[in-house]
């Protein structure tokens, strides 16, 4: 065996192509068919093939061995033949293949015939390729020839091409006539060494008679896929009978190209085109430059993608070659994404009536129809558009509310976000709202900028940027700010606007005295130790409960996720002991946790805080007395007595292992979330255990709303 093949050493394992990036940008039909089903046919055809082929071919034939299959080329052409040229096998020995012809019956007979001093039979390209794709991939090569292992390794890679759906359609015209064809994918590292392999491990002997074909390995697959794709469409076609196109997509036809005046040729070749697109690897793309405030100029620039090298597309009509390749061969493969981009930017078509002008001006108007409208069909198509600087941020009007704190009411607004007030005055006792629109970081009335939605639409230069107007979102501003009722707003909406600089789709602002009480509620509270503590904290322990402390102190539930073994509990437990101590503990504290953790709830509260009073609500004989510090429950008793744990007042929820209350809508977390308490506190080392919804279910609990 020839060294060659020896070196033939082939991984077939490659993944399936993604063919549904292929069909992202194909319309439903080509022009000048309308009504018609190509899209739906052409998507079948690789469902029904991805579904199918495995082993259609395969058959019962055994390897012929010691037998050589070489390739003739005696001059004829076809336009469905391995590189134009119409190839036929002389196999020999012809005792070996004999067994093969038999098995296909009396149709085939053979007269053996000299070549070369070799005694073997004459055959057609198409039979011997029907014989080799009835095998996998032989492993078993003792006594097998190298053409047999070289044709049988190539012809099992073309059925794994098709099999794993690397091929795309094409046209191929022949004067007045054309057919569609499939095209090999091979457009990874992978596949490249495969072809360069096939190239290099050819055996020498491969052609008895005649020369190799240019690009022989490339064109074999080319059109053994071909043949296979179409014999296996012949025997599916009952899955296509209520299909429209059928004559075009099923059979391997020579087709007029004109029609009726009409290119049909063209618009298959402009509409498979849409396939390819964003999988060349050179690629248009649109850099917008700023002229003035009012006019901006773009330019095409042509990029490889395989180094990231662009320039400007004047090169295609000045240069020979760019990129290292033709130059009229980029321009053919630039040609039909422009083509794609003419749909939705017809304008592009002035910058190619002058060659010595090769860009196009745009106003601000053209300039937001890019923006809004055609930028997103050209990014389908890996056609980027590059803003200028000016271009990059532009700003769009937002609706923004104002808080002024009215005059000697800053320390009611104090009282109102600590959480300390007793009387019943609401916020617009205390705060005077306005309705601003903020455009970048400057603010203008409603009044203001209701003239400039009047005067304007689109893009617009206004002061030091560029503004969006947008007409019908400008109106839905006004209306929005027509249906709100800030007074309505509680005390957690009002932190949480004030924080976070948001309220529902608003911006939120507020003046210097807001700023001022908003500084001091965001302070942490001052606090000692509770002297009833029987035991001593640790440092991080100290930290923990002055953030409690903080939090209790200001109205706030608080989430303790501290890892298991680091404390949550003599935290949690010097927390109630200090309220008692600075009286705060007005209402009895409940603690539920799992019944597992009760005897250590207790225990440790007998332990740190023997000052608390804390009794268990549990077993059969459970009577509920409130007159405690401390009542301890399970999530079980939980769940049975709600309805009764409803009818008190607590000062305090405590959640042991929150964990339990991480989904939302099961009967356990609705019953927790029914009882009332000034603040809640959860403790769990697994706040989040699959979903970011679990912790945000834990967070409903402790800091409602």
């Known amino acids: 065996m020839s060294n060659k093949i020896e070196n033939l050493d082939i991984d077939f394992s490659f993944k399936k192509n993604n063919v549904d990036e292929l069909f992202f940008n194909l319309s439903e039909n080509p022009e000048g068919f309308k009504n018609k089903d190509f899209r739906y046919t052409l998507s079948m055809i690789y469902q029904i093939i991805e579904d199918e082929f495995a082993g259609v071919f395969l058959s019962p034939n055994a390897p012929t061995r010691n037998t050589h299959f070489y390739l003739i080329d005696n001059g004829q052409k076809s336009v469905t033949g391995v590189g134009g040229k119409k190839l036929s096998f002389f196999v020999t020995p012809t005792n070996n293949f004999q067994y093969y012809l038999k098995s296909k019956g009396s149709l085939f007979r053979f007269k053996s015939e000299v070549l070369d001093d070799k005694v073997g039979y004459f ?191 004047d090169k295609l009509y000045t240069d020979e070659e760019v990129f290292g390749a033709k130059a009229s061969d980029i321009s053919r493969i630039v040609e039909k994404q422009l083509n794609y981009a003419l749909r939705y930017m017809p304008e592009l078509e002035q910058l190619f009536e002058d060659e010595d002008k090769l860009y196009l001006d745009l106003n601000l108007n053209e300039i937001y129809k890019i923006i809004t409208q055609t930028a997103y069909y050209l990014q389908k198509a890996q056609i980027e558009v590059i803003l200028p600087e000016e271009l990059v941020n532009i700003v769009i009007p937002r609706a923004s509310i104002n808080a002024k704190v009215k005059e000697s009411r800053t320390q009611d607004l104090a009282d109102l976000i600590n959480n300390t007030s007793s009387s019943k005055m609401s916020l617009d006792d205390i705060l005077d709202f306005s309705y601003e629109i903020a455009i970048g970081n400057e603010k203008i009335s409603l009044e203001e900028f209701k003239k400039l939605v009047e005067n304007n639409n689109g893009l617009i230069k206004y002061k030091n940027k560029y503004v969006l107007i947008d007409k019908e979102e400008s109106k839905k501003i006004f209306e929005q700010i027509a249906k709100s009722n800030l007074k309505s707003m509680s005390r957690m909406e009002l932190i949480h606007a004030s924080l976070s600089g948001q309220l529902q789709q608003y911006d939120f602002d507020y003046d210097a005295a807001f700023a001022r009480v908003l500084s001091d509620f965001t302070k942490p509270v001052e606090m000692t130790i509770p002297k009833g503590l029987k035991g001593e904290l640790r440092p991080y322990q100290e930290v923990g409960l002055k953030w409690l402390w903080t939090n209790v102190s200001k109205g706030f539930g608080a989430c303790m996720a501290d890892d298991m073994g680091l404390g949550k509990t003599i935290q949690v437990i010097s927390l109630i002991l200090k309220m008692k101590e600075e009286g705060k503990l007005k209402k009895p504290v409940l603690v539920i946790c799992p019944t597992t953790l009760m005897g250590n709830w207790m225990k440790e509260l007998q332990m740190f805080a023997p000052d608390l009073d804390a009794v268990i609500y549990h077993g059969a004989d459970r009577h509920l007395e409130v007159n405690h510090d401390v009542i301890l429950t399970t999530y079980a008793i939980m769940r049975i007595d709600v309805e009764e744990l409803k009818k008190h007042a607590w000062s305090t929820i405590i959640v042991d292992e929150a964990q339990n209350i991480k989904n939302p809508d099961t009967a356990q977390t609705l019953a927790i979330k029914m009882l009332k308490a000034d603040v809640k506190v959860a403790m769990t080392g697994t706040p989040v255990e699959n979903r970011l919804t679990e912790l945000w279910s834990i967070f409903d609990f402790i800091n409602k709303g």
């Open 123 to 313: 055959m057609a390209w198409d039979l011997v390729m029907d014989y080799f794709g009835g095998f996998g991939n032989v492993v078993d090569i003792e006594d097998l020839t190298p053409t047999f292992i070289y044709l049988n390794k190539l012809t099992y890679f073309v059925m794994k091409l098709i099999e794993k759906l690397y091929f795309i359609p094409t046209v191929k015209r022949y004067g007045q006539m054309f057919r569609i064809v499939y095209e090999p994918i091979i457009n990874n590292q992978k596949m490249a060494r495969i072809i360069n392999l096939f190239e290099e491990c050819m055996p020498d002997d491969l052609f008895i008679q005649g020369e190799k074909p240019k690009d022989f390995v490339y064109e074999f697959i080319y059109t053994y896929l071909n043949y296979v794709i179409y014999k296996f469409l012949g025997i599916k076609m009952y899955r296509f009978k209520d299909v429209k196109s059928g004559t075009y997509l099923l059979k391997d036809l020579e087709q007029r190209a004109v029609l009726k005046g009409k290119d049909i040729a063209e618009n298959f070749a402009q509409w498979f085109d849409e396939l390819y697109l964003g999988k060349y690897d050179v690629i248009p793309y649109f850099k917008i430059e700023k002229i003035e405030d009012e006019l901006f100029r773009l330019k095409v620039y042509i990029k490889n993608r395989k180094n990231d090298e662009s320039v400007l597309i």
